[in-house]
T-cell receptor
Framework: GDSVTQMEGPVTLSEEAFLTINCTYT??????LFWYVQYPGEGLQLLLK?????DKGSNKGFEATYRKETTSFHLEKGSVQVSDSAVYFC????????????FGTGTLLAVQP | DARVTQTPRHKVTEMGQEVTMRCQPI?????VFWYRQTMMQGLELLAY????????DSGMPKDRFSAEMPDATLATLKIQPSEPRDSAVYFC??????????????FGEGSRLTVL
């Protein structure tokens, strides 16, 4: 079945460092891809999404590009802040009648001052 | 500020007791999801509803779990009897009818369940 694989954390960075969190997917169809973020004690929030190959999703300085040839959707940010410390989830949706979001295991990011 | 509301936020109970978790989706959202989050399994989809009708509950243990939407403003997830392995954070999420099947979900803050 469809699945998402994320790099394991925790990822520990200093403020203003460059961030990459890797995400690859397996899907039989042509999914939409998402990054959700979960801040401590809160529910998940949609960070960005992309619906077709070569689309770039972006929000709050984060970016991810839908790469069909490598089945990847890596999350990047040029300069992280302490406030970016959270768990980041990559997810896919098959966009079909099932309308299910399948999540990766999550990657904890800790940004130190 | 529209948001998904879940109650209780925390629940500690003993094995064998019944547990009911409630969710109020955002007004105008007609699709409601229940997810369970654990360290070992991550986020698992338990069930979801559209227009109050269950569309998929294949992720839910049928012998002890049940999910319902008595009306458009309330979704419930019940565990009876509860077991220690049910300890997890249970999230409710909703999706607007104006943008269906987009994967753009709004999550509540979760109900943290501990079964002793």
């Amino acid at each position: 079945g469809d699945s998402v694989t994320q790099m394991e954390g925790p990822v520990t960075l200093s403020e203003e460092a460059f961030l990459t969190i890797n995400c690859t997917y397996t899907a039989t169809g042509y999914p939409s891809l998402f990054w959700y973020v979960q801040y401590p004690g809160e529910g998940l929030q949609l960070l960005l999404k992309a619906t077709k190959a070569d689309d770039k999703g972006s929000n709050k300085g984060f970016e991810a590009t839908y790469r069909k040839e490598t089945t990847s959707f890596h999350l990047e940010k040029g300069s992280v802040q302490v406030s970016d410390s959270a768990v980041y989830f990559c997810a896919l949706s098959d966009r079909g009648a099932t309308n299910k979001l399948i999540f990766g295991t999550g990657t904890l990011l800790a940004v130190q001052p | 500020d529209a948001r998904v509301t879940q109650t209780p936020r925390h629940k500690v109970t003993e094995m064998g007791q019944e547990v009911t978790m409630r969710c109020q989706p955002i007004l105008g959202h007609n699709t409601v999801f229940w997810y369970r989050q654990t360290m070992m399994q991550g986020l698992e989809l338990l069930a979801y509803f559209r227009n109050r009708a269950p569309l998929d509950d294949s992720g839910m243990p049928k012998d002890r779990f049940s999910a319902e939407m008595p009306d458009a403003t309330l979704a419930t997830l019940k565990i009876q009897p509860s077991e220690p392995r049910d300890s997890a954070v249970y999230f409710c999420a909703s999706e607007t009818r104006d943008r269906p099947n987009t994967g753009e979900l709004f999550f509540g803050e979760g109900s943290r369940l501990t079964v002793l």
